[in-house]
């Protein structure tokens, strides 16, 4: 079964795409173009990605520093 537009609009929001990705991406699907819709998504979700490896990096430094605290 084939996602509403609505529901294609809320699960971009729900991944963190910004309004005017989603509206592009909504935009390309209408128009048929489902190929370019999916590198639009990819490119969202290598944002996500990057944003996530930020996160980590930001954790593993505090978990560092609480070790070198703790053991110092």
């Not at 819709?37 to 978990?63: F, P, T, W």
Request: proline share 1%.
């Amino acid at each position: 079964m084939t996602p509403t537009e609505a529901e294609v609009a809320e699960a971009l929001r729900d991944a963190g795409c910004e309004a005017g990705e989603i509206r592009a991406i909504l935009d390309r699907l209408q128009c048929g173009d489902r190929k370019q819709a999916d590198r639009m998504m990819e490119r969202c979700r290598r944002q996500e990605l990057a944003r996530l490896h930020e996160s980590q990096q930001r954790i593993d430094r505090l978990d560092y520093l609480r070790y070198r605290l703790r053991d110092g």
